[in-house]
């Protein structure tokens, strides 16, 4: 195992599961196809669609390989206890405001893979990240960006 594994709620980790599974079943079963109907077109170094169904089988071959190595070193985590509790966990939604700024940003905190519409993804081992793990509301965090020191207070934690 990595020595930061990609933390996963259970629900992400099952998404992946499902959809790898899709891909090398389904997925390649599709793709084979699309390249056979296109090689009965005739010339493969003239033929679109050839080529677009290869390109397709490559995306879907990297897209397989990720996977993979996602759930091979994941880590499945319950955010709902941490949440419950009130602190910063992988799969936790973090509001935080940045000291001098009125505005509130929302980050959810784990892989890109837990991505949710209107949120964008912290990763836990980000300066921020590690920064904003095991808090709580009302605690203020320092880290270090690239521009100096930051500090950002903690208003909200939710699933």
Same mark, same amino acid.
């Given at each position: 195992?990595?020595?930061?594994?990609? +933390?996963?709620?259970?629900?992400?980790?099952?998404?992946?599961?499902?959809?790898?599974?899709?891909?090398?079943?389904?997925?390649?079963?599709?793709?084979?196809?699309?390249?056979?109907?296109?090689?009965?077109?005739?010339?493969?170094?003239?033929?679109?669609?050839?080529?677009?169904?290869?390109?397709?089988?490559?995306?879907?071959?990297?897209?397989?390989? +990720?996977? +993979?190595?996602?759930?091979?070193?994941?880590?499945?985590?319950?955010?709902?206890?941490?949440?419950?509790?009130?602190?910063?966990?992988?799969?936790?939604?973090?509001?935080?405001?940045?000291?001098?700024?009125?505005?509130?940003?929302?980050?959810?905190?784990?892989?890109?893979?837990?991505?949710?519409?209107?949120?964008?993804?912290?990763?836990?081992?980000?300066?921020?990240?590690?920064?904003?793990?095991?808090?709580?509301?009302?605690?203020?965090?320092?880290?270090?960006?690239?521009?100096?020191?930051?500090?950002?207070?903690?208003?909200?934690?939710?699933?």
């Amino acid at each position: 195992m990595k020595e930061n594994p990609t +933390q996963l709620t259970p629900a992400t980790y099952e998404r992946l599961v499902a959809e790898l599974e899709d891909l090398t079943t389904r997925g390649r079963v599709e793709i084979a196809r699309a390249i056979e109907a296109a090689r009965a077109l005739g010339d493969l170094s003239e033929n679109g669609d050839y080529h677009a169904a290869k390109d397709a089988q490559g995306k879907m071959e990297a897209r397989i390989r +990720q996977i +993979q190595a996602i759930l091979e070193d994941a880590l499945v985590v319950e955010s709902s206890e941490a949440a419950a509790g009130g602190t910063v966990a992988t799969g936790t939604v973090v509001s935080i405001c940045y000291e001098g700024d009125d505005e509130i940003e929302c980050f959810l905190v784990g892989s890109i893979e837990e991505r949710r519409d209107g949120v964008e993804v912290l990763s836990p081992s980000s300066p921020l990240g590690q920064a904003l793990l095991g808090r709580a509301p009302g605690d203020t965090v320092e880290y270090e960006a690239p521009g100096g020191m930051l500090r950002v207070k903690i208003v909200d934690v939710g699933a």
